[in-house]
């Protein structure tokens, strides 16, 4: 008698029944989950990006006497409110805190009735550079009056519309949630015991100590495109890929693989467009304004142009989220893998080899 392997069986039944039996929930949730990421991707990205407008742009005014307030009354005007506007001491003031973050730009008027003068810092963000000028010389214009521009913090020739540091902040944000991905898709999305969540996060510590100073090392000495130090922008890199490689780890250990869709999400879908690098931050919808500096792209992005050029002023709060991010993600899987474990996607300890089982002699025939 010839016995057929269970694996070469053929089944029958109809087309519906194979889709069934092919398809199993589970694969059906998760790319159901895929098609969600890519709408909320698209709905995103061009809700961020597709009119850029400014809106309460931090702008300083400094004019002699009276002259001050008529013209802080006359910005405030401008249709649609571009401009926070504040008045500041002198045209040293306004540099002062324009270098300090404080403020974007500023307007120097000249008493003597000659061209006054307009400071940017294109460092900050090239396209906000250039619509300050737009809008601040549509409004000198109507007055009859000109305005010459100063760049305070020029970016780097090298550096195209200012996106260099966006750029290598995203580049140390893929880094930290592939490599935790990769080590979850490797061994299981929850580790088995606190001892292996360690190693994962050690191996994520190294890995951002290395990549960070890759890109520390690119972007400065190899590229020439941003002007920064390379031992602060290591550090920042470090902390950048390991603060989302901690991130992906915790929600991977809590949700399971699930949890890789769910950094992408925050890290890629809502992180990305939100982080101020094609257009800044005054210049985006207010949702995406608000959550930008709250997450790892947005704080990074803000920390790398304080250090290219302006100093490495104004970068506490971006750190301290960034630290948030590292500590929690630190914390949670920790936490996580001491869970009550469910499912098949938890990293199993190694199973210890079977004893070979002794020979049994042949019955005689009977």
């Known amino acids: 008698m010839s016995h057929t392997p269970a694996g070469s069986r053929t089944r029958s039944g109809s087309f519906l029944g194979e889709v069934k039996d092919a398809v199993t929930p589970r ?47 006359r910005l405030e005007r401008l249709p649609g409110s571009p401009l926070d506007l504040r008045t500041v001491a002198d045209e040293a003031d306004a540099r002062k805190q324009i270098m300090n973050r404080e403020i974007d730009g500023a307007l120097i008027v000249n008493p003597g009735g000659g061209p006054d003068t307009l400071l940017v810092a294109s460092g900050g963000g090239t396209a906000l550079a250039t619509t300050l000028e737009r809008v601040v010389g549509k409004a ?46 490797s061994t299981g999305a929850r580790p088995s015991n606190p001892r292996r969540a360690a190693i994962r996060l050690i191996v994520m510590a190294l890995v951002a100590i ?25 550090g920042l890199g470090a902390l950048i890929t390991f603060a ?62 304080s250090i290219a050029y302006f100093k490495g002023n104004d970068t506490t709060a971006a750190l301290l989220v960034l630290w948030a991010w590292a500590v929690l993600g630190t914390v949670i899987t920790m936490l996580a893998s001491v869970l009550p474990r469910r499912g098949r996607q938890e990293e199993l300890p190694p199973t210890p080899p079977t004893p070979p089982t002794p020979p049994t002699s042949a019955a005689p025939a009977g």
Do not use: M
């Open 27 to 73: 694969a059906t949730l998760l790319v159901l989950g895929v098609i969600a990421l890519q709408l909320l991707f698209i709905a995103s990205y061009v809700g961020a990006l597709h009119d850029p407008k400014p809106e309460d742009v931090p702008f300083g005014v400094a004019a002699p006497g009276a002259a001050a307030g008529q013209t802080v009354d």
């Open 140 to 185: 000198e214009q109507a007055e009859q009056r000109t305005a010459r521009t100063v760049d305070v913090a020029p970016a780097s020739p090298h550096d195209f519309n200012g996106l260099s540091s966006f750029y290598l902040v995203v580049g140390w944000c893929v880094g930290g949630y592939l490599c935790a991905s990769i080590l979850a898709i």
């Open 244 to 305: 989302v490689g901690a991130a992906t780890l915790a929600l991977q250990g809590v949700f399971g693989i699930v949890g890789i869709g769910l950094a992408i999400l925050l890290v890629v879908i809502a992180g990305n467009p939100s982080a101020g690098g094609a257009f800044p931050l005054p210049l985006l919808p207010p949702f995406w304004r608000a959550i930008g500096p709250a997450l790892p792209p947005g704080a990074g992005t803000w920390a790398a142009r």
């Open 210 to 234: 290395v990549g960070g100073l890759g890109g520390a090392v690119i972007v400065g000495p190899i590229l020439g495109a941003l002007p920064g130090g390379v031992l602060d922008l290591w």
